[in-house]
């Protein structure tokens, strides 16, 4: 079974400064889909940034950028120029077909 | 921009009785999901829903769960006889494809409430 493990139950950064949050899965598949999904207090599931695992070129989206590495497993959410608006849980979930399966959550705090 | 929406956006109901969680998928969306996230936790999946069928369901989704398209816009969770610990935040997601490629995103409503007393 497919398992996904993020390690830091909070993170903090400062303003404008650049945050790393891990991932780590575990699957027997080689066709499989990465997401990040941000989760602010109105507990609405929002999509940060997505992954094939074909593809070798780590996604990037304005300030957020991933770092794929397929054999390692592991998926890493880089976000650069920290605002306020990012404080929030960040889940990582994996998907081959149909459901996703979330990691336990990373609580990110942004100070000013 | 089309969005998924889910009523009630809180649900207190005493335990024992029966709840029904209502989603309105995107328009063109075919594949429909149910997680929920106990406080504090992690998003689990229960069940995903394609053509009027159950296409997968998880461990969590046992016969007091049920789900249903009763017609063509909404999607629906019925639990049966709520427990306590039936306490948690439900969403709905819908995708246009069952995920064959990552731009078959799936999108989530804003969560239902659900609290049982």
């Known amino acids: 079974a497919q398992t996904v493990t993020q390690s830091q139950p909070e993170m903090s950064v400062q303003e404008a400064e650049t945050v790393t949050l891990s991932c780590t899965y575990d699957?027997?598949?080689?066709?499989?889909?990465l997401f990040w999904y941000k989760q602010p207090p109105s507990r609405q599931m929002i999509l940060v940034i997505r992954?094939?695992?074909?593809?070798?070129q780590n996604a990037t989206e304005n300030r957020f950028s991933v770092n794929f590495q397929k054999a390692a497993k592991s998926f890493s959410l880089k976000i650069s120029d920290s605002q306020l608006g990012d404080a929030a849980m960040y889940f990582c979930?994996?998907?081959?077909?149909?459901?996703?399966?979330f990691g336990q959550g990373t609580e990110l705090s942004v100070k000013p | 921009e089309p969005e998924v929406t889910q009523t009630p956006s809180h649900q207190v109901t005493q335990m024992g009785q029966e709840v029904i969680l209502r989603c309105v998928p995107i328009?063109?969306?075919?594949?429909f999901y149910w997680y929920r996230q106990i406080l504090g936790q992690k998003v689990e999946f229960l069940v995903s829903?394609?053509?009027?069928?159950?296409?997968?369901k998880s461990e969590i989704f046992d016969d007091q769960f049920s789900v249903e398209r009763p017609d063509g816009s909404n999607f629906t969770l019925k639990i049966r006889s709520t427990k306590l610990e039936d306490s948690a935040m439900y969403f709905c997601?819908?995708?246009?494809?069952?995920?064959?490629?990552?731009?078959?995103?799936?999108?989530f409503g804003p969560g239902t409430r659900l609290t049982v007393l």
């Open positions: 699957t027997s598949e080689s066709d499989y889909y």
């Open positions: 328009s063109n969306h075919l594949y």
């Open positions: 992954q094939e695992a074909y593809k070798q």
């Open positions: 979930a994996y998907r081959s077909v149909g459901k996703l399966i």
């Open positions: 829903f394609y053509n009027n069928e159950i296409s997968e």
């Open positions: 997601a819908s995708s246009k494809n069952p995920g064959t490629s990552a731009t078959d995103t799936q999108y």
